[in-house]
């Protein structure tokens, strides 16, 4: 027990701290950080995708509507449009969360796999003819950088079936 009062042995005690314990507790401290943020975005990944479910419930609740397919609908009465206008305008509000909380231009690794899903989802949104010619008007007053980046993709997938790759 004289250790105990011996100095050095304090000394020692310090400097096996301060170079094998504090570097450790740094290490796990940023650790549980990195967890805590993947844990966050998969949350928040989750709630779009439910976002998502939710709306094309909203598709299937309107089959006169024929939203899933690429052509535009012909022959809607204004009662129709109006409400093929407003399941658009939600479509790109859900569109515009995703960008906001998922999109950076260097994704890679798990970030990038749930962008993808979400880019998927609008070229195949922006193949269909209504939602394609309805653009201009359904992103004003949105994100700007959405906006580029939902037209961008539009043209792109507009073009691919206008013009067979």
Not at 52 to 74: C, E, G, W
Not at 116 to 137: G, I, T, V
Request: with cysteine; charged share 30%.
């Amino acid at each position: 027990m004289n250790f105990l009062i011996n100095p050095d042995f304090w000394e020692t005690a310090s400097f096996v701290v301060t170079v094998f314990g504090l570097p450790f507790a740094i290490f796990l401290f940023l650790y549980e950080q990195r967890k805590e943020r993947d844990a966050e975005d998969e949350e928040a990944y989750q709630l779009l995708q439910n976002a998502y479910s939710d709306f094309l419930k909203i598709v299937l609740d309107n089959p006169d509507l024929q939203l899933r397919t690429t052509a535009k609908s012909s022959n809607l009465s204004d009662e129709q449009r109006e409400r093929m206008l407003i399941i658009f305008e939600m479509l790109i509000a859900l569109f515009e969360r995703a960008y906001i909380v998922s999109y950076e231009e260097d994704l890679s690794g798990v970030a990038l796999r749930r962008w993808n899903s979400w880019d998927d989802y609008m070229r195949e949104w922006c193949r269909r003819e209504d939602f394609y010619y309805l653009l201009p008007q359904l992103l004003r007053g949105e994100d700007p950088d959405f906006a580029t980046y939902i037209r961008r993709i539009a043209d792109e997938e507009q073009q691919g079936i206008l013009i067979p790759r």
